[in-house]
């Protein structure tokens, strides 16, 4: 019996068929290698196709395994390049089997399979090369494939692939390969074996396309043989990548440019990749400057360092405020004079004593800096009493120290101080290490260097006219300062010469008062030095995190030409990656985005809305809470009002942003989130159920009273909605908000939403009403929502009235909240009649109705009845 008359229809047999026993008197293994070496060509492909049933098949035998594994390999080599194809497609699932069953064969893969996989690499046919090309990388994958093998048998191919005289198909397809495999090997085994042959390749003058796959997977090398190996033999390479002749290549570097620049230390990426970058957004190539601009953002964010941003990520990548700089401040706050009084005065009551910060272990500690530069006396305490008393307090017990209440947050309060001399001695080493702009102290004098610096700094942007301006006050400055440092060294003269003649004292103060009106005349009409900010002369855009090109660069993203001669959804990556950028530029930068986001926020192009709307409250987080109810609430109050394809970015994260924002703000809201059960399609009942999500969080941020004044009616409007699935998620908002009714102790207003709940829906007219009611019972009861002695006074008579419902679907809901919930807290009831109606009335449930639903039902719970039956007799 062979295969000839199964044509195309043998995949609905049983493959292993022709095992079984025949007229032919053979044994299995015998028939195997009847139809294994078979003349006809479809006797094999079938054999080839079957290898692993007949694998299990023999697997209980050791012997009969080894003999089917040499078959195998004697097929491997097989003149058919049909069988070879159909023999390769089993060899990831052959693995799978044999890993599962390693004890029993330990080495059989390894022996047996690995060898036909690096052979069918150099295979003459293009089909069997491409099939056991995938089944290589899904060996890799599933980690199948030990490290020996890969070392000792797959790389040396590999290698021998791509010499420079090997054929060019074979070259392309193993520097595919080499690339995909050096994500699965270590560090020691890429720089061993694969980086040396790799930077070779990109060096390929003959094949492109070599040097494109190079390209392309230029960033897993670098992240894979870390910075020291990338800096020293990656890094020219990716240079001449860059500048290749080919756009393509050029396209493929800029994609990989954030991966490539995380791997490279600060220094080189400010002084080489930077300009480098430059470059290619100044491409002659669109796609190339397309594939730059997309990566612009995601390069900007490599610069960014959590100690200067004040925020990093959670493990949950999610981001948190970091409390260990103190220089994440807004410019805007103390003691730059915008901080409300009343923030002002809470601060100072608060830690008026640096004693009180100590006592509490978990308190955020005053940054030094913040000590020894406020105004305040009180604050300018030795660091070393703290640390003292921070000694005292965990070296023996005190119980004042133990019992007495927390001290309250003042985190927040905190940040309002920015220590004027922290903040001088990080910009200045800031200045250091990056040469950009000079440090600029917004109080005390201003020297003629640091006025000379600015105006250094300005020279590039002489095009712009308030540039312009800027630099003519700045010269009349430092002609100013110049003329007031030879006045003060002309006053030291003359202190000299009154110290040794004191007996005209009358002619030496005319004398002074005629110096003072000679340098008044000569600085008319400019601001006196000693009071002269050249912060406020400096231009918006200038900062000092990353290169200023890139910043202009990423600026401009927002022009119109760039949309007609780049992209043009060049504006949606801005904004797709401006958290980013602000991440790593820091809320005191944020003045050099501000102009970009306000443009974005209002682009034509709501696609570019929706994607702020998404991330708007992780820029909130970015940016603070001053900065936030400044910037952002006038944004986000815009966002309220846009299509529901941006509103939905806004409602998705409704929660995330209203936590952020001060109790007052926040309020403001409550009259607002009515507005969302208006849509613009009223099919859009995905968007409702997102509501009713966001408000079963939001709860926690309100008040009882807001809770049940503002929240309250949208949940009852959304329990009534035309689609069952908003229904269902309404009415777990509705019990979330009996619940905090309860904990707040409004036991009054927890009573008139138990009324509006039984009139609204236990006598509801319709059934589907009466079985949210049940629904809405079985949830408070599970939830814990209200004292039980509360629930059976007040809900459980409605819900037993429900037991006799003509609607067979509002009785089963009824017995199963009865029984899975009811019951299970009948030890908490208080002792009255009440339990015997419980039985009476779910034994009448469980009796009345036919249907299978509820037959059933009443099996489960028969032996509840009997035990709840028997309890309530005992406390009768």
């Not at 612009?296 to 959590?306: E, K, V």
């Not at 010469?497 to 009106?517: C, F, L, R, V, Y």
């Not at 067979?808 to 030890?827: D, F, G, M």
Request: proline share 4%.
């Amino acid at each position: 019996v062979g295969f000839d008359d199964y044509g195309s229809e043998c995949d609905g047999i049983r493959i292993t068929a022709f095992l079984d026993a025949g007229q032919d008197n053979l044994t299995p293994l015998g028939r195997l290698e009847k139809y294994a070496f078979s003349e006809n060509v479809f006797n094999r492909q079938i054999v080839a196709r079957g290898l692993l049933d007949v694998l299990r098949e023999f697997s209980d035998n050791e012997n009969d395994f080894i003999s089917v594994m040499e078959t195998v390999v004697r097929m491997s080599e097989d003149a058919e390049p049909t069988v070879r194809a159909e023999l390769m497609e089993q060899v990831p699932n052959i693995a799978m089997f044999l890993h599962e069953n390693r004890p029993n064969f330990p080495a059989a893969f390894s022996r047996y399979l690995v060898p036909i996989v690096v052979r069918y690499l150099t295979d003459p046919n293009n089909q069997v090369r491409k099939t056991s090309q995938a089944a290589l990388l899904v060996l890799l994958e599933q980690g199948l494939i030990c490290k020996a093998d890969m070392e000792g048998k797959i790389c040396p191919v590999l290698l021998e692939l791509t010499e420079p005289s090997s054929d060019d198909d074979y070259k392309i397809e193993a520097v595919a390969i080499m690339c995909k495999l050096v994500t699965m090997l270590n560090k020691d085994t890429v720089e061993l074996l694969l980086l040396l042959r790799f930077c070779e390749l990109c060096s390929d003058a003959r094949l492109f396309q070599v040097r494109k796959v190079c390209a392309a997977n230029f960033g897993e090398f670098c992240s894979i043989v870390g910075q020291d190996a990338t800096e020293k033999l990656l890094m020219p390479k990716f240079f001449d990548l860059c500048s290749d002749s080919l756009w393509g290549i050029r396209k493929a570097c800029a994609e990989c440019f954030m991966v490539v620049s995380n791997c490279t230390s600060p220094e080189v990426r400010r002084t080489k990749l930077s300009p480098l970058f430059i470059n290619l957004i100044s491409d002659q190539s669109r796609w190339v400057r397309q594939a730059a601009f997309q990566s612009l953002g995601r390069f900007i964010s490599t610069f960014a360092n959590p100690s200067s941003t004040g925020v990093r990520f959670q493990e949950d990548e999610t981001l948190n405020e970091h409390k260990g700089s103190c220089s994440d401040a807004s410019s805007d706050r103390f003691p730059g004079s915008s901080a409300s009084p009343g923030k002002s005065k809470k601060f100072s009551d608060t830690v008026i004593k640096p004693s009180q910060a100590s006592e509490d272990p978990n308190h955020s500690r005053v940054p030094s800096s913040v000590k020894s530069h406020t105004t305040d006396g009180k604050l300018g305490q030795p660091d070393s009493l703290t640390t003292t008393q921070d000694q005292q307090t965990g070296d023996f017990f005190d119980s004042f120290h133990y019992w007495r209440p927390l001290l309250p947050d003042i985190s927040q309060d905190l940040e309002l101080l920015q220590g004027e001399g922290k903040d001088e001695v990080q910009r200045q080493e800031m200045v250091k290490e990056e040469e950009t702009v000079p440090d600029l102290d917004s109080e005390g004098p201003a020297t003629s260097s640091q006025i000379q610096k600015v105006l250094e700094c300005l020279q590039p942007h002489l095009d712009d006219p308030d540039v312009q301006a800027q630099v003519q006050v700045l010269s009349a400055a430092l002609k100013a300062a110049q003329l007031e440092s030879h006045s003060d060294d002309t006053d030291q003269d003359v202190l000299v010469s009154e110290s040794g003649n004191t007996k005209n004292p009358i002619s030496t103060d005319k004398q002074a008062e005629m110096d003072t009106h000679l340098l008044n005349s000569h600085v008319l009409h400019i601001p006196h030095v000693s009071h002269f900010s050249l912060s406020s002369f400096l231009p918006s855009f200038l900062q000092n995190v990353i290169p200023q090109q890139l910043l202009d660069q990423y600026l401009s993203m927002t022009d119109p030409v760039r949309a007609q001669t780049v992209d043009t959804e060049i504006a949606k990556h801005c904004a797709f990656s401006l958290p980013g950028v602000a991440l790593t530029l820091g809320r005191q930068n944020w003045h050099c985005l501000k102009d970009t986001y306000e443009t974005l926020a209002t682009d034509v192009q709501w696609k570019v809305r929706r994607t702020l709307a998404f991330s708007i409250h992780e820029l909130a987080v970015i940016l603070g809470d001053q900065l936030t109810a400044a910037d952002l609430v006038p944004i986000f109050n815009g966002f309220l009002k846009d299509l529901d394809e941006v509103r939905i970015g806004v409602l998705k994260h409704l929660y995330d942003f209203l936590k952020l924002l001060h109790v007052e703000k926040r309020r403001e809201y409550l009259y607002q989130l009515q507005e969302f059960m208006v849509t613009d399609n009223s099919r859009n009942w995905r968007f409702r159920y997102e509501l009713a999500e966001q408000l079963i969080l939001i709860i926690d941020l309100y008040s009882h009273y807001d809770v049940y004044d503002y929240l309250r009616q949208i949940a009852l409007s959304l329990c009534s909605d035309k689609v069952s699935d908003v229904r269902w998620i309404s009415y777990k908002l509705v019990v979330e908000i009996l619940q905090k009714l309860y904990s707040c102790g409004a036991h009054d207003l927890s009573l008139n939403f138990i009324n509006e709940l039984v009139v609204r829906f236990c006598h509801c007219p319709k059934w589907v009403g009466r079985q949210a009611f049940a629904f809405i019972c079985q949830a408070i009861v599970e939830e814990d929502c209200m004292p039980m002695d509360q629930f059976a006074q007040h809900l459980l008579p409605c819900l037993l009235s429900l037991s006799s419902d003509p609607v067979p679907n509002v009785r089963v809901l009824v017995a199963k909240a009865l029984r899975h919930s009811v019951l299970e807290k009948r030890k908490t009831f208080s002792r009255f009649d009440v339990k015997w109606f419980i039985v009476e009335n779910l034994l009448r449930i469980l009796n009345s109705g036919g249907d299978g639903n509820q037959t059933s039902e009443a099996c489960n719970t028969s032996k509840s009845i009997h035990t709840a039956s028997c309890c309530f007799i005992k406390w009768s």
